[in-house]
């Protein structure tokens, strides 16, 4: 990670993330879609169906569990290509563009080791006083 003077947000602790809701939500034809997607999936599905939820979520939204770990770096470049990450001169550019199409409200979620910081970098980056 980036200094905070570098950066303005961390990328997602987990790219996995996408994995685990298109999973839940669309099943396997959804996150087979997905780069790495069918191999994450029969890791997953190697699991008894009791167990399964479970294993997908274990660290959800804090890191990759095992089952990511090995499968997140080609979802990576699609997970940030969505991502409102960047540089601490690229979020308020990103955040104009997003007001420009109408949007209002921004529903953020730090995530990592560091919440406070996280948040501090993000507002900071927002315009947002603290």
Known sequence: MLP??????SPPPSPGF???AMYE?????AVDALPGGQSWREAIEAYPEGERHL????????????????????????????ALTGTAEQIPEKI????ALGVTEI???PAG???????RVFASA?????
């Open 113 to 119: 080791s560091d919440i406070e910081r996280e948040l």
């Open 25 to 29: 939500r669309g099943g396997a034809a």
């Open 55 to 82: 294993a997908i979520h274990a660290g959800h939204l804090v890191k990759a569990n095992p089952r990511d770990e090995p499968h997140v770096a080609e979802l990576i470049p699609f997970v940030s290509s969505m």
């Open 18 to 20: 996408l994995y685990h």
């Open 96 to 99: 104009a563009g997003l007001a």
């Open 107 to 109: 529903v953020y979620q």
């Open 126 to 130: 927002a315009g947002v006083e603290v």
């Open 4 to 9: 905070s003077s570098a950066t303005a947000c």
